[in-house]
Every structure is written in C-alpha cells, then in structure tokens.
C-alpha cells in the first residue's frame, strides 16, 4: 500500500505543472486573496515585536524568516543563497571623518577649503576614501526635478544654489535626488546661511551609519555654507545672487573652477541583511524559463527614541506591500493557478536607506536578468481612496495597455488604476522597481500616495483598509496571470528605453 501511495504521489507532483488552467481555477486562486487574510498578516508583520524593521535589525530578521516560511507552506522554491530563502547582502557600519576631510574650491588666484568642523556638512552617500575631481558645473534658479532631464550632470561635480528653508526645501530635496539619480559624481549644496547658524550644522558629531558596497553607488551629497565659499566663486565670475534670483532654470560649465571633494571615513563593524526570494515554476515548458517578479520591501525606519510609542510599525509602508507579495505567493500556488510563465516572490529589505536589496538583487538575480520579464511593485497599498490605485511607470511599456484591459475586465473588484498623481514627486526613482527598470526590465509601481502617518509611529495596522487592499491584491493577481500567459513578454516604449534603462542586462 505505501509504495503505490508513494508511486502516485511521485506521478502527482511529476504532472502538476502541466495541468490546464482553468478559468475557475484562476477565480479561485483570486478569492483567496481575503480582507481577513491581509488584516492578518499586516498585523503581525507591523507588530511592535518587528521594532520597526530597521535595516539592519532582529525585527527585520524575524520579518525575512516569517516571508520564508509562508513561501515554504505555498511550496514555492528557495531562490536565496546556497539553496535557502535568504539572499544576503554585505553592508558596514561607518562613521564619517570630520578631521580627515574637507572640500576645495579654486579659481585664478583664490583658494578655498571648506572643513568638516564649521563650513561644510556632510549629509550622505558613498565615500570613496580618495579625492573625487571632475568638471564642475552650476545650477540652480528656478528649477525642479523635471528639469534635471535636459542638464548635462553625469560625472560632473555639481553645484546647486539650494534653498533649505520652508516650504522650499522638499523642493530641493527633490532636485538633489534627480541630480544624484542623474549620474554627479558629487554634489555640492551651497546653503545660503549666515556663518554662526551654518556651523551650528556643520559641527555635529556624525553618528555611525550604515552603507552598502554595490556597484550602483550614490554620490556623496555635501552641504557648503555659501559664505565661505564665496571668494572663490567670484573668482570664477559666479553671481550667486543673480542665480537665486533667476526664474527660469540655471545650469552653467565653471571652467575657471576646479572642485576637490577629499572624503575619509572608518568601517566598524561589517554586518549584513536578507531579502527573501522564492520561485513558482511555470506551467510552459518553454515559457517557464522567463519570469515575473512580485516585489515589495519589508523593512522600515525602526525605533524613534525619547517618545512614549517609539516604534515606527510601518504598517502601510510597507507592511501592506510585504502581505500582497504573501497573498499573491498563496492565490498563484492554488492548484490550477499557475501561469505558464514562472513567478518570482521578492520582498527585499534596505529599500529606506538607498533601495539597497533591490539594488543587490538586480546585480545578482538568480536567473539571468534578461530572463525577468516584468516587475510589478507594490509599496504603500493599504491606504487612501477606496476606487483607486495609481499604477506608475504605465507610459513606458505595454504593460500599462495590459492593466487597462485586465481592470477592464473586472469591474466587480470596484478598483481603478490610476495614472501617477504626483510626476513631480518622481516616484518613479524612489522605490525597488527602479533597479529592475534601469536593468531594462518593465515595471509597474502600484502606490496610493502618502498621508500624515508616512514615516512615523502612527502608520499602524489598525489604519490599513485591508477590504481595499484585498481588491487591489486581485487586480495585481488578474494582471500577473495576463502576464505571465501572454504570448509575447511585455515590450518597452522606445522612448523611455532611451530616458531609462542605462545597463541593459549588465
């Protein structure tokens, strides 16, 4: 009797992944996707056991071993390191070297060094331990992210005439994010602060931070008290004034100024952190060797001390992304869901501090990368309008003509995809699906916008409207089964190939 249970259970596995797929099967791996289920797993992901997820931190450990196991309960296969679930990546803990570093600026007859104690302030990025040189380049007046796109910054160090005061400073942050983006090899914020109040902010002990090795570095980002740096820039015929001044969008070649950008810092303690990856294979015997990726991050900011609730739970951001890669992993291993195409479970972890596991993953996916077919994203779902889900990046590929005929063809989920809301937030740069986007993989990025719990102790799971997001869920499911069956793998528009991918493959 065992060895013809054993002899039948051998003939089962061996012909599961060639079983039809069934219009009711599908369905039902959809109705799976439950209010309850994601209330539930929201919860114990955003639990205050989690401490908030920091990267790197026991909270963020126990969170990739929670994934791990539901992937191994779905019967998905481990795609981490080794043969495991986990796909590890190296980072070290630093702290910057104030006394060691220092920023020159020369022009005919002028030279200027900006230190570490009193006129510069170090804010973040990569230090490379050696003098960083390069053009230099000024821009600044009435700019914005867009703008970015038509300036000439790539390995140029950058000067930016910012404004950190209110409302002008989100602003800003958001042009120096696109200038980074956009390949500077450092940049070089001159605030316009007196020089008391600017080395009250230069002068902090920097605190040990943790970074990451990865061959997509971030350029250091410095702030300069403009005051002290002025003899210079005069001497390279700069109007700074003029350039606050100016409405439209200034960028200018410094030819007459040379930049100097000496960076030293310590490592003291290596440490690293997981993603958590696992494989549904595909039902096509010649399709299954491409795949589609479900992401999400698990990780948070961790723990605010000196309050009375000092621990970030990050139950929308992104608790609720984290559950729908869960809950999808579920519906599409249901017997008679799975598409023809394999799938590949991702939520990875660093995404606060830099993107940092999608960055590592997409350097060392477990398959080719120019296997991965598409990556939907999910980052903050659980929230905000009832109808409605913004799916960025629907202009790029086809993949937004595909969401519009699968939302189409379900009105009974009462949920809309949207166009992005806020194009001059570029959210586009700001979460894990850009790592796959600049590899040449399509993407969508499903998002509801933020609120006034985005980073802060009140992101709790009560707040998560978990009826909604089980909606959104099966919309992403239908647009994974349209996917993961097309005949054809989903194709970019040309033009933003050109504007975005910029290592194909690499």
Do not use: C
């Not at 070290?92 to 006394?99: A, M, P, Q, S, V």
């Not at 910012?162 to 450092?186: I, M, N, S």
């Amino acid at each position: 009797m065992r060895a013809f249970r054993t002899a039948a259970l051998i003939l089962t596995v061996a012909v599961r992944p060639l079983v039809a797929q069934t219009a009711s099967a599908v369905d039902r791996g959809a109705a799976s996707i439950t209010a309850a289920d994601v209330s539930r797993r929201v919860g114990i992901i955003a639990d205050d056991s989690m401490l908030g997820r920091d990267t790197p931190s026991r909270g963020l450990e126990l969170t990739a071993r929670y994934v791990a196991d539901q992937f191994r309960a779905f019967g998905l296969k481990p795609a981490g390191d080794g043969g495991g679930w986990l796909q590890r990546y190296p980072i070290t803990r630093r702290r910057f070297d104030t006394d060691s570093s220092r920023v020159t600026l020369a022009a005919p007859g002028v030279r200027v060094v900006a230190r570490f104690d009193r006129t510069a302030h170090f804010l973040q990025g990569r230090v490379a331990n050696q003098p960083v040189t390069g053009p230099v380049v000024l821009v600044g007046g009435g700019m914005d992210a867009e703008t970015v796109k038509r300036m000439d910054v790539k390995d140029r160090i950058v000067l930016y005439a910012a404004d950190v005061a209110a409302p002008a400073r989100e602003r800003t942050t958001q042009v120096a994010r696109a200038l980074r983006l956009a390949g500077a090899k450092a940049l070089l914020l001159l605030v316009h602060l007196p020089a008391a109040d600017f080395a009250t902010r230069a002068s902090r002990t920097p605190p040990s931070r943790i970074t990451v090795d990865l061959r997509l570095t971030s350029p250091p980002l410095v702030e300069l008290s403009e005051e002290a740096v002025t003899p210079a820039l005069r001497a390279a015929r700069v109007d700074l004034a003029a350039v606050r001044a100016d409405t439209a969008p200034v960028y200018r070649s410094l030819p007459a100024l040379s930049a100097t950008v000496a960076l030293r810092d310590s490592v003291l303690q290596a440490l690293s952190a997981p993603n958590t990856v696992g494989v549904l294979e595909g039902r096509d015997p010649v399709l299954r060797r491409q795949y589609l990726v479900f992401s999400a991050h698990m990780d948070h900011i961790g723990v605010t001390p000196g309050q009375a609730d000092s621990i970030n739970n990050g139950a929308d951001d992104d608790g609720s992304g984290t559950t729908g890669v869960i809950e999808l992993a579920e519906a599409f291993s249901r017997p008679g869901a799975r598409p023809k195409r394999s799938i590949i479970f991702l939520t990875v972890s660093g995404e606060e501090k830099g993107l940092w596991g999608s960055r590592y993953f997409s350097e060392h996916p477990p398959v080719p990368i120019g296997h991965i077919v598409a990556d939907l994203n999910m980052d903050m779902i659980g929230r905000n309008w009832r109808d409605t889900i913004v799916a960025i990046g629907r202009e790029h590929s086809d993949l937004g003509t595909t969401l519009a005929r699968v939302n189409a063809a379900h009105p009974e989920l009462g949920m809309t995809a949207i166009d992005d809301r806020w194009p001059q937030e570029r959210f586009y740069f700001r979460s894990d699906h850009y790592n796959f986007a600049r590899k040449g993989v399509p993407i969508l990025f499903f998002f509801n916008g933020v609120h006034p719990d985005y980073h802060r102790v009140t992101d709790s799971p009560d707040k998560i409207d978990s009826e909604k997001e089980s909606r959104i869920l099966r919309l992403i499911y239908y647009l994974g089964q349209a996917v993961g069956n097309a005949a054809e793998r989903p194709k970019w528009n040309p033009e933003s190939y050109r504007e975005i991918v910029d290592d194909p493959g690499g």
